[in-house]
């Protein structure tokens, strides 16, 4: 899925030669925002139903993508999914770091990273047993690797991993990345369906109640923003996002960037964390970012792809992601740990960090959003050696 890698020059940031004709040209910026800011009114108003409670606003907005896209209406591709992705995401980011007081919420990570080592096993085991049940043909060790690295990070894992072991098949890779895009996002419309179901609550609802005070009271405590407030946030997030990339690319490391924006702004938000007490809005502004984000998720998903895709490899994911699901519980149950954070462990492995601090956002689980991109890039860190694990024991 390259919508999960840290890197933000994904391969929807682009239109291929080539490209199908749609209602709404790729190359016109203008209309394609008109229907992302509109799916995201969208998303935000039904969310405020009894359904939309439910499966939640963001759910709706990539099924809605999802549906325009592959009816032809908006692309898969174009540059302003690029914008979204290179720009709108780091800064969404590090609008939401910005109340991440590391003092206080360092208890409550270190929970999710539990969660999140329960997880990573789920995966190694999901995808050992997958390749013993299931015939992936010749490449059944590649596959076991390129797919245990990525849904223990992300797709620079799965990059990284197939360059590694030397897995340059075309129509294989080409048949790996639909089933990742298109499983891997439905995965992630399960957990978002199920994230705040009341059955999952009332099972791991240690200390969640914690979550929830926490946002209230920030909710009552706070103004409406004002003019200054955005402003504030909005340069303090951009001078991140500015100084992460620069430090990145000095040490020849340009793809990581969002490990040292992250840094930068939880320094900034623990040092000053009286003063940034007094501003207000910045997380409004990260939330439509991110219903943006979560729009061009959908738009990039091709379901006809997924049908010429491997049926063995369809399954074999479905096999990882129960076994990966069956480990997170566990640990839930074992540690007593809440569904937030078995949520926020659990796409932190199959969607990297730009997804389960976007969970974090949508769901308003602030404490948990420095574990987000904490346990996410840890994925990043151990799953090449996950994915080439999986290659040398399966060879």
Sequence with gaps: MPRRGLGRTGSRAVTTPGAIATLVPADNAFALLAVFFGLAAIGARLERTRIGQRVSGVMIVIA???ALANLGVIPRSAPTYGVVWQILVPLSIALFLLRADLVSMVVEGGRTLVAFVAG?????????????????GPHEAEFAAVFGATYTGGSLNYAAVAEAIGFRDPTALAAGI????????GYLLMVGAVANAALFRRHFGWRSER?????????????PPSLIDLSIALALAALACASGDAIAAAIGQPSYGILFITA????IATIGRRWLRGLSGEDLVATLFMYLFFAMLGAGADLRALLDAAPALFAYVLVLFAVHIAFVLLAGRLFRLNHAELVIASTACIGG???AIAFAVLFGWRRLAVPAVATGILGYVVGNFVGIGLYRGLS
């Design 264 to 267: 930068i702004m939880v320094a």
């Design 64 to 66: 809605l993508a999802m």
């Design 211 to 223: 979550l929830h005070e926490a946002a209230d009271g920030d909710a009552i405590n706070r103004r």
């Design 178 to 185: 639909a089933i990742d895009n298109v499983v891997g996002l």
């Design 120 to 136: 990573v096993f789920g995966v190694v085991a999901g995808a050992w047993l997958g390749a013993l049940l299931l015939d992936l």
């Design 353 to 355: 960090p730009p997804i």
